[in-house]
């Protein structure tokens, strides 16, 4: 299975993107809002669900892993199929969800098209345990760090290195971009 698709947007529709990788063009569903905040002709990582659908493979793409890991959660629930996976994520976002089930919301989460308050009470049984598994900040600060070491110029194999000797539980993302430009800055020079 794939985590991420890495490549360039060829293509924009209202719900979906084409993904140009290397000339092989990827068809990903996307939320709508998604496809607002990216153009044409950039680079991007998006990270990857692969459902089946009569047996035929379809992609779902996220800009962030949590996202997609929560989407995961989701469609899992009986009832929740990815058009109202992908309903939740673009009308709620990734704290509006979290944040309506641990609060058992039924109303936010019921408000969304094709949920409803029969399926948002489910989406709240089956799912608030679930979410612990989500609070997962260190693989956050991971991206986040990487991404900020990137845009200062370090390339990937000094990133991977760096990232590779950092304690992710045990430090804010503040502590850990410090800590990364020291080891950096005394290993280039």
Request: glycine share 10%; charged share 30%.
């Amino acid at each position: 299975m794939f985590s991420y698709i890495e490549g360039i947007i060829s293509q924009i529709k209202d719900t979906s993107i084409v993904l140009d990788v290397n000339g092989l063009g990827f068809r990903i569903y996307v939320p709508p809002s998604l496809t607002k905040s990216i153009k044409i002709s950039k680079a991007y990582r998006i990270f990857i669900s692969m459902l089946s659908n009569n047996g035929v493979p379809v992609l779902y793409g996220f800009l962030t892993e949590k996202e997609r890991d929560l989407f995961e959660l989701l469609v899992n629930v009986s009832g929740i199929g990815p058009k109202i996976g992908i309903a939740l994520i673009d009308g709620l976002g990734y704290e509006g969800i979290i944040r309506g089930i641990r609060t058992e919301d039924l109303d936010t989460l019921g408000g969304i098209s094709g949920v409803g308050k029969k399926r948002a009470k489910k989406l709240v049984l089956e799912l608030k345990d679930k979410l612990i598994s989500l609070d997962n900040t260190s693989e956050e600060n991971r991206e986040i760090l990487s991404e900020v070491l990137k845009k200062l110029g370090y390339n990937k194999s000094e990133i991977r290195e760096v990232i590779e000797e950092m304690d992710m539980e045990n430090n804010s993302l503040e502590e850990l971009i410090k800590l990364s430009l020291k080891r950096l800055s005394k290993k280039n020079g």
